[in-house]
């Protein structure tokens, strides 16, 4: 069921508020590109009693899209003397893993058992713990999802971007539109720059729908990739509603907000003397399933109605 309530394996509960007037924390926020959930994350850290210039330090770094940058600013984090990397997405964890000269590890990320980033969910050893989206397993259902709202849906673009996380998230929403009849061809959209480039070969080839990977990368340029689908017309489901806010037709994906609060639940654990070896990666449990009802009207475009039922957020 889409709209079930959240719960995270794994979960604990949460030691006392940090005493005032104690060495304050100080963290690493490292992503490849800017995005919204940062919010989320500073907002349960204040409910937590972490008060940023009081008792919480938030050194912030982005790659601006470019994941060669990634080393260098995890180095720069590292010298900086962060308590602890708070990394999100497969290419900042991968980055944070490889030089993070010793300092804990809290990411959000697709599963990071199959990128090698942990040993295992349970125990993921390594110096790193967080969130896994668990976007490998349910990209197979953007297929399906779009197949409901687009006819005759023969041919359809998959869009990755390019990070170690992308390539099995794409592989299976690839092989599931081959397993029922599709044609279907990964394009690799890593840089910001080239996206309309990108968008523009897509439709000029006659690709009927596209189906994006979870990417905090995408998700730095949600409206830009949004507006992107309206001015070609092209159907595309992705993993977050501001996609759909913005004009795309469709999303389904993990509560980002919800697993970004859980990242700072963690975060403030470690904080407070729990070991890293005592943190099990977690999985998002709660996914939102989106549909922008104004713009599949302008397509000629609808759910059947079991489907429409499941949608939690409906734009108009």
Partial sequence: MIGRRLVFAGAAALASAPATGQTPLKIGWLSIGEHPFIADF?????????????????????????????????????????????????????????????????????????SGSVASLAR??????????????????????????????????????????????????????????????TFTLA?????????????????????????????????????????HKLPAIFDTPAFVQAGALMSYGPDLKAVFRRQAEMVARLGRGTKLADMPVEQATKFIFAFNQATARAWGLSLSMPVLAAVDELVE
């Avoid at 110096?127 to 197949?147: F, H, Q, Y």
């Avoid at 480039?197 to 949004?226: E, M, N, Y």
């Fill in 42 to 114: 500073r907002q349960r850290m204040r409910e937590l009693g972490y008060i940023e210039s009081e008792n919480l330090l938030i050194e912030v770094r982005y790659a601006n899209g470019n994941a060669t940058l990634l080393p260098g600013l995890v180095d720069e984090l590292a010298n900086a003397g962060v308590a602890m990397l708070v990394v999100s997405g497969s290419a900042a964890t991968d980055a944070a893993l490889a030089g993070a000269k010793g300092v804990p590890i809290v990411f959000v990320s697709s599963d990071p058992t199959i």
């Fill in 124 to 185: 993921p050893g390594g110096g790193a713990t967080g969130v896994s989206t668990m976007s490998e397993d349910i990209s197979p259902k953007k297929v399906g999802l779009l197949r409901d709202a687009v006819p005759n849906l023969a041919r359809l673009a998959v869009l990755d971007d390019g990070s170690p996380g992308g390539h099995p998230q794409s592989e299976n929403m690839a092989n599931a539109a081959r397993r029922v009849g599709m044609e279907a061809k």
């Fill in 191 to 231: 840089d910001p720059a080239a996206f309309g480039a990108g968008f523009a070969d897509i439709a000029s080839h006659g690709w009927q729908a596209a189906a994006a990977v979870s990417s905090p990368l995408f998700t730095a340029s949600a409206r830009q990739v949004a507006e992107l689908t309206v001015k």
